[in-house]
C-alpha cells in the first residue's frame, strides 16, 4: 500500500472545530465525504481521522473530524498532512505513479527518468536525457505504453523532441 498526499491541516475555523484543508486531490469532492477515513501524519504521528462534515469554500475543504468537537481540539492537528491508501483508487495511470518512471522508446532504449509531470490543459513529462530535458505532452500520438509496476513508459521518438 502506498499513502497518496491528498491534503494538509492548515489552521482552524469557526466556533465548531472544523480545520481548513488545502487540497492536493484532482477530486476533492471524492476524496472528502462524510464518514471518510483519512490517514493522518504529522512529526511522527500517525492515526486515522473520519470525516464528520465536509464543505467546500473557496479552494479549500472545511472538515469537522469525529472526536474533535471545537476550536481548540483541532490545534494540535495542524499543519499535518492527510492521506488516502493508492488501495482505495479505481484502476488507471496517475500523476504519482508517472513521476517514479523512466521513458523508452519503442526500441526499448532509455530515453531517461520523468523528472517532473506537468499538468496544463494537458500533461506533460519533462524527462532528463543524457544531455538535456526534454517535454513529451502526455497524448496517444507520443506516449504508446505505460506500465507502472515496472515503472516504464513506452513512447514513439520524434525528431524535435
Same mark, same amino acid.
Given at each position: 500500500?502506498?499513502?497518496?498526499?491528498?491534503?494538509?491541516?492548515?489552521?482552524?475555523?469557526?466556533?465548531?472545530?472544523?480545520?481548513?484543508?488545502?487540497?492536493?486531490?484532482?477530486?476533492?469532492?471524492?476524496?472528502?465525504?462524510?464518514?471518510?477515513?483519512?490517514?493522518?501524519?504529522?512529526?511522527?504521528?500517525?492515526?486515522?481521522?473520519?470525516?464528520?462534515?465536509?464543505?467546500?469554500?473557496?479552494?479549500?475543504?472545511?472538515?469537522?473530524?469525529?472526536?474533535?468537537?471545537?476550536?481548540?481540539?483541532?490545534?494540535?492537528?495542524?499543519?499535518?498532512?492527510?492521506?488516502?491508501?493508492?488501495?482505495?483508487?479505481?484502476?488507471?495511470?496517475?500523476?504519482?505513479?508517472l513521476?517514479e518512471?523512466?521513458?523508452?522508446? $519503442?526500441? %526499448?532504449? /532509455? #530515453?531517461?527518468? *520523468?523528472?517532473?509531470? @506537468?499538468?496544463?490543459?494537458?500533461?506533460? +513529462?519533462?524527462?532528463? &536525457?543524457? $544531455?538535456? %530535458?526534454? /517535454? #513529451?505532452?502526455? *497524448?496517444?500520438?507520443? @506516449?504508446?505504453?505505460?506500465?507502472?509496476? +515496472?515503472?516504464?513508459? &513506452?513512447?514513439?521518438?520524434?525528431?524535435g523532441?
Amino acid at each position: 500500500m502506498k499513502k497518496i498526499l491528498i491534503g494538509e491541516i492548515t489552521k482552524g475555523f469557526g466556533l465548531k472545530g472544523e480545520a481548513k484543508i488545502r487540497i492536493f486531490s484532482a477530486d476533492p469532492e471524492k476524496r472528502f465525504k462524510k464518514k471518510a477515513v483519512l490517514m493522518y501524519e504529522n512529526e511522527g504521528i500517525e492515526m486515522d481521522l473520519t470525516i464528520e462534515t465536509v464543505r467546500f469554500h473557496q479552494e479549500a475543504a472545511l472538515i469537522k473530524f469525529v472526536g474533535y468537537p471545537d476550536l481548540t481540539s483541532i490545534d494540535p492537528l495542524i499543519k499535518g498532512k492527510l492521506y488516502i491508501s493508492s488501495d482505495t483508487l479505481p484502476k488507471g495511470v496517475y500523476v504519482y505513479q508517472l513521476k517514479e518512471c523512466s521513458v523508452y522508446d $519503442e526500441q %526499448d532504449q /532509455l #530515453i531517461g527518468p *520523468v523528472t517532473e509531470v @506537468i499538468e496544463n490543459t494537458q500533461l506533460i +513529462l519533462r524527462v532528463k &536525457t543524457k $544531455e538535456r %530535458d526534454i /517535454l #513529451i505532452p502526455y *497524448v496517444p500520438v507520443f @506516449i504508446k505504453a505505460v506500465d507502472t509496476d +515496472l515503472k516504464k513508459i &513506452t513512447i514513439k521518438w520524434m525528431e524535435g523532441l
